[in-house]
């Protein structure tokens, strides 16, 4: 059987970003896991959480990487293992992703490199073109594709007849076919978090959601049904959505409850509520069960399923902060994007929401290509018209062309996206880059772009706090007590971490997790 090193990469921000959350790495883990069942000895290299609150300027100061120095995660690689994995899921790391993966190169110029993730799988072809350090490419979902490589490299057999990866031919490349999705996903074992420096989060209380005690990744479901055209999911998931059982996700928090200590639970899940019955059989067996733990719901959902029952049981079952995703208050953008939301229904369900007790928060994106100024006014209003609803939080992202997207190969054929370079792959950090803007929008030029974003934020926040006025006094009183109960109050401590723990003195680095 072989040994398997799953690197993990330092987390790269933009400097003045309000986002940047340092979550334990739940995609390794699950590899890991399915390596393991197999019988290889998997080992993870946590760049992230090895050093969470090292701060180091990369690419003149454009954006900041968080955890161990590439040079330091490749020291933290064994000799003796014969496969390496390197996971790349966001664009905008991959210039420094490239670089640490050449001095694994250069470190261990005898070991095979894959690498994977949802970057990789939109840029495999690039990825090796432009990369002879990486032998091969994972496409899509990883777990069975991982165990079949390291089963052909302890075999010495050939890659050609494993499906689901790009691989390299005699000047060129080849794809061996498509993988099918794994559908059910209670045959996945739980993530492999005894390789993870797993206290290093639990105890400074770091995760995705809003930091409420001791905080756990979970995954109930895999996949988004739906299309939108800035989303770059139907290449890496399809358009499938799949869940598992919910007894079998309670008996993973219940198991993390007693290991671990855990008492809240964020939900990674890319669209996790999609079935009225899945949520509520799910939230009623919480109750059935009797067992007490709050969760969050951080990356954004979606309204259809989530009605005033559905918010009642939500509350009672545990659930504190939830996020919606409309994207736009125009309901021209809305059908251009694909974005399947009506939005009177949305705001519904939020009302629904926020009389319930939940901690809501609302996702935008400004800046679609043919986006005008009249839209972008019809998205400041609907957030006008949220902060007086009683809606707590909401982010503003600037649209960035993220590859795989449909949006993002129409920018390729029109030749707004000329060539993917390190420019255009940082220049991605500007969604979340209060100092920086870029525009694809023929009507709208960067600086008129980051005014609406500025606007959104001042309108929403000033109609919130000027209906509820005690809402501020809380936002100084947790900000003191360093104590989180909206995204807001997460984002600006975060943001004065990092500024706090830049350029300090680098932590001596621990030796990688291995498989017992």
């Known amino acids: 059987m072989a040994i398997v090193t799953l690197l ?54 454009k954006v900041m990487a968080i955890g161990l120095r590439s040079e330091e995660i490749v020291d933290l690689i064994q000799p003796v293992t014969e ?53 091969v490419c994972v496409i899509g979902e990883g777990e069975e594709t991982i165990v079949d490589l390291a089963n052909a490299v302890a075999n010495k057999t050939p890659l050609d007849g494993i499906p689901g990866l790009l691989i390299r031919t005699e000047g060129a490349h080849k794809s061996t076919g498509s993988r099918t999705r794994i559908r059910n996903l209670d045959d996945i074992p739980w993530p492999a978090w005894d390789l993870v420096p ?39 998931w399809t358009t499938r959505w799949y869940a598992r059982d919910p007894d079998d996700v309670l008996n993973e928090i219940q198991s993390y409850q007693e290991r671990y200590g855990a008492t809240n639970f964020d939900f990674y899940d890319l669209t996790a509520i999609v079935k009225r019955s899945w949520i509520i059989d799910f939230t009623r067996k919480i109750l059935e ?48 994007i694909k974005k399947v939301v009506k939005l009177d229904r949305l705001e ?21 290509p043919d986006e005008s100024r009249k839209e972008l006014g019809q998205t400041v209003r609907f957030l006008a018209r949220m902060g007086f609803a009683g809606v707590h939080d ?36 500007a969604y979340k880059d209060f100092s920086s803007s870029i525009s694809y929008s023929d009507g709208v030029t960067p600086r008129i772009l980051n005014t609406y974003r ?29 104590k989180q109960e909206s995204r807001l109050d997460k984002s600006l ?24």
Not at 85 to 94: E, H, I, K, N, R
Not at 211 to 220: E, F, Q, T, V
Not at 360 to 368: A, D, P, Q, Y
Not at 498 to 515: G, S
Request: with cysteine; charged share 20%; aromatic share 10%.
């Open 8 to 61: 993990r990469p330092p987390l790269l921000v933009p400097t003045w970003s309000d986002s940047g959350p340092l979550t334990p790495p739940i995609g390794p883990a699950y590899l890991a896991a399915s390596l393991r069942q197999a019988g290889h000895t998997p080992r993870i290299v946590d760049g992230l959480g090895e050093n969470p609150f090292q701060v180091t300027p990369l690419f003149d100061n």
């Open 83 to 135: 496969l390496i994995g390197v996971s790349c899921m966001f664009s905008q790391d991959w210039p420094e992703i490239r670089r640490m993966i050449r001095m694994v190169r250069q470190r261990f110029p005898h070991i095979p490199i894959t690498a994977g993730g949802e970057h990789i799988t939109a840029t495999a072809a690039f990825t090796l073109d432009s990369t002879p350090e990486v032998d």
């Open 198 to 236: 797993l206290d290093k989060y639990l105890d400074h209380g770091l995760g995705y959601g809003v930091d409420l005690g001791r905080s756990m990744p979970i995954l109930a479901t895999r996949g988004c049904p739906y299309q939108c055209t800035f989303c770059s999911n139907p290449e890496m």
């Open 289 to 336: 069960r009797k067992l007490k733990f709050t969760w969050q719901l951080p990356s954004g959902t979606r309204s259809e399923a989530i009605d005033e029952e559905v918010c009642h049981l939500l509350y009672e079952s545990g659930c504190r902060n939830m996020s919606y995703a409309p994207e736009s208050g125009s309901p021209e953008v809305l059908k251009r």
């Open 348 to 368: 519904a369900s939020v009302l629904g929401a926020v009389r319930n007790g939940l901690n809501v928060k609302l996702n935008i994106i400004m800046g679609f």
């Open 394 to 429: 909401m982010s503003i992202s600037l649209f960035s062309p993220y590859p795989g997207s449909e949006l993002y190969h129409q920018l390729r054929k029109t030749g707004k996206i000329p060539e993917l370079s390190d420019d255009y792959f940082l220049g991605l950090c």
């Open 454 to 482: 500025v606007l959104g934020f001042l309108t929403f926040y000033g109609v919130q706090y000027t209906a509820r006025p005690w809402r501020v006094v809380r936002l100084f009183s947790n900000l003191v007590q360093s």
């Open 493 to 516: 401590q975060d943001l004065a971490r990092r500024m706090r723990n830049r350029q300090q003195p680098v932590a001596p680095a621990k030796r990688a997790r291995v498989a017992g």
